[in-house]
T-cell receptor
């Protein structure tokens, strides 16, 4: 069975602060994919990043960075110098096993205060 | 350019009155999904199509049905909506040729049952 845990339900930061969103996953499969999605108030899920289980390189994209550590089954997401437009719910997700099903975490609501 | 399009964005239906939500895609992806997302919860997979093969999740109520007449279109039919079916319904697609990686989501249809 697959499971994704996002322990942080809500986070509030002041604009320009850095913030890290935690994600811990569980799977018995050796091949799997991890994702982060952003869901703004408008409702659509916006794809941010994909990582496969064989690639532990960390990635940076502008103000966003991701830290994938298989040893701790974590795939954390850091926003540097947060902005009000970053306010959204962020979901971590896992695809493994049968490949079709994506298991989502419960999401972390990020509020960036001006 | 919208790649996964859901219509309508907002749907109000009466208790017990059948309703159909639609999804179309311009990505030519072979897998299409329907997720249900209730307020402050993670998206929950209802079912998916792998090409023409329908795959129902074990806990999806019989009240929910789906049709995929061709690659581009997929419909979600709710035969007798109850108040508990009020939610955001998200359609997504992914491609086998891309190794079953990330799913692309539409903007969702927010269903209200009165």
């Amino acid at each position: 069975a697959q499971k994704v845990t996002q322990a942080q339900t809500e986070i509030s930061v002041v604009e320009k602060e850095d913030v890290t969103l935690d994600c811990v996953y569980e799977t018995r499969d050796t091949t799997y994919y991890l994702f982060w999605y952003k869901q703004p108030p408008s409702g659509e899920l916006v794809f941010l990043i994909r990582r496969n289980s064989f690639d532990e390189q960390n990635e940076i994209s502008g103000r966003y960075s991701w830290n994938f550590q298989k040893s701790t089954s974590s795939f954390n997401f850091t926003i540097t110098a947060s902005q009000v437009v970053d306010s959204a719910v962020y979901f971590c997700a896992l695809r493994a096993g049968g490949y079709q099903k994506v298991t989502f975490g419960t999401g972390t609501k990020l509020q960036v205060i001006p | 350019d919208a790649m996964v399009i859901q219509n309508p964005r907002y749907q109000v239906t009466q208790f017990g009155k059948p309703v159909t939500l639609s999804c179309s895609q311009t990505l030519n992806h072979n897998v299409m999904y329907w997720y249900q997302q209730k307020s402050s919860q993670a998206p929950k997979l209802l079912f998916h199509y792998y090409d023409k093969d329908f795959n129902n999740e074990a806990d999806t109520p019989d009240n929910f049905q789906s049709r995929r007449p061709n690659t581009s279109f997929c419909f979600l039919d709710i035969r007798s909506p109850g108040l508990g079916d009020a939610a955001m319904y998200l359609c997504a697609t992914s491609s086998q040729n891309r190794g079953h990686t990330e799913a692309f989501f539409g903007q969702g249809t927010r269903l209200t049952v009165v």
